[in-house]
């Protein structure tokens, strides 16, 4: 059985020997709204996605591609950036509190065990990327 993907059409707009550069359109629920010329709340941006290829001779620069990744990394992924680095806060911070009752120095505990997270994450980030790879497919038209 199929895993769902996730998935966008983006715009090639790099290619090197191994990886083609494509470029997607990232935008938040406000962009699609009917009232977005109106309101400045709506954002929208433009962001280039590293993908790694074995063909990369087979596209081309300005090509449309979909790019796709597999749904449930996307939850992993949400866990790894948001939800994890939120626990270390909050344990950081009740776990100094209860031991000392020090208001600023359980603060300073939350933020520096975050801090460690995000290195601890950044120093696995090698194997991170592998983890949580794309892949490119052409668009038929």
């Known amino acids: ?5 996730i998935c966008h059409q983006g715009i090639v707009k790099k ?4 990886t083609l550069f ?5 935008s938040s629920a406000c962009a699609a709204c009917h009232a977005k010329n109106i ?7 433009d962001e280039i996605i590293p993908v790694s290829v074995s063909n990369p001779n087979e596209f ?7 790019v796709n990744m597999k749904k449930s990394l996307s939850t992993k992924a949400v866990m790894i950036a948001y939800l994890f680095p939120f626990i270390a806060l909050v344990a950081g911070l009740f776990i100094t509190y209860y031991f000392t009752k020090n208001e600023l120095l359980s603060i300073g505990v939350a933020f520096a065990a975050t801090a460690l997270y995000f290195l601890f994450i950044k120093k ?3 194997k991170l990327t592998k983890q949580f790879s794309f892949f490119v497919s052409k668009i038929e038209i």
């Open 124 to 126: 696995i980030d090698k």
């Open 22 to 26: 494509v470029e997607i359109e990232r």
């Open 15 to 18: 290619i090197t020997d191994s």
């Open 39 to 45: 309101c400045i709340s709506s954002e929208k941006k």
């Open 60 to 66: 081309t620069i300005g090509e449309l591609v979909q």
């Open 1 to 5: 059985m199929n895993e769902p993907l």
